[in-house]
């Protein structure tokens, strides 16, 4: 069995937290959801998954991704029931929502799931010898605190644009090919996420920020909402939430209200309710499960 986990926060937009197959999968109880997207596929014999309320089946190649904080739990149907699973994290985790349609579980079928697991078997071989890899943890491995980074930069990058593709699984009408590649993207989209994560601390509106590309904010968030599934105003704000969400964990004496200031925005109460928004808890409930989560 092979797991590879992340134990450093990250700029990149997309990035694996734990990523691993071959898992001998025992039972794992969540009442209170887990904190991040993850997503979990039976490679043999057959699992029962019971979400908010409702039981499933989960045969050889079917899987499921599941949102934060929505109760689940599972356990095997079959003896030797094993599996892969995939969690994201990275700056942009907050825009997922958005890009899936804000489902909070999506299952997918054998055909969809043989791609998947095909993509996690060839992420595993060609990063495992520059991540950390654990062969013996707890039973309930999502629990780890994360994925160690890549010594290089180049290997980082590439990593959050495999963490896309595996995204893309679960995504309708959203460009699915390679981003670098794409003249409109790097010419409109890329500068002003660039501009974005540099001064998101900063008062930033979407007509000043279509400015500086000389394109108009209404095609501008189309691109956006092209390439990344979201509009310019929706990556700004999740991008600032998922820096509050470091924060917050963090420096976990720093006031929510101050939090607010450092991230962009100029009303508490505000970012309170966006915060809740798109994550499904308030700040202090979020700094309060991740204590419980580690």
């Known amino acids: ?50 979400i908010q309320g409702k039981s499933y089946d989960l045969n050889e190649g079917e899987g499921v991704l599941i949102a934060p904080f929505i109760s689940h739990a599972y356990s095997a149907e079959t003896e030797g029931w094993t599996t892969l699973f995939v969690t994201v994290a990275g700056s942009m985790e907050s825009s997922i929502s958005g890009m899936i349609g ?31 890899s654990i062969e013996e943890l707890p039973a309930d491995y999502h629990e780890v605190l994360g994925m160690h980074q890549p010594t290089s930069i180049y290997a980082v990058r590439e990593l959050s644009v495999d963490c896309y593709r595996f995204l893309m699984y679960f995504v309708d009408g959203v460009y699915s090919g390679d981003l670098r590649n794409e003249p409109l993207y790097q010419r409109y989209v890329a500068p002003i996420v660039k501009e974005i994560e540099t001064n998101y601390s900063h008062k930033l509106t979407v007509s000043g920020l279509s400015r500086r590309v000389y394109v108009t904010p209404q095609y501008l968030s189309r ?36 939090i607010a200031g450092q991230v962009g925005f100029e009303d508490c109460s505000h970012f309170i309710a966006m915060f809740k928004k798109m994550i499904g808890v308030t700040p202090l409930e979020f700094r309060t499960l991740y204590k419980f989560r580690n």
């Open 223 to 258: 691109l956006f909402g092209r390439f990344l599934g979201c509009s310019v105003y929706e990556y700004l704000t999740a991008y600032r939430i998922t820096k509050a969400k470091e924060l917050l964990i963090t420096k976990p004496r720093m006031e929510v209200g101050y």
């Open 1 to 50: 069995m092979s797991l590879y986990f992340r134990n450093t926060l990250t700029n990149e937009p997309y990035v694996f937290d734990t990523i691993g197959n071959h898992w001998i999968q025992e039972k794992v109880s969540r009442p209170n959801g887990y904190p991040i997207y993850h997503y979990l596929q039976t490679e043999k014999g057959c699992g029962r998954i019971e």
């Open 102 to 132: 804000n489902r909070q579980v999506i299952f997918i079928e054998k055909e969809q799931g043989e791609q998947i697991k095909n993509l996690v078997c060839s992420i595993l071989k060609k990063y495992g010898n520059s991540m950390k």
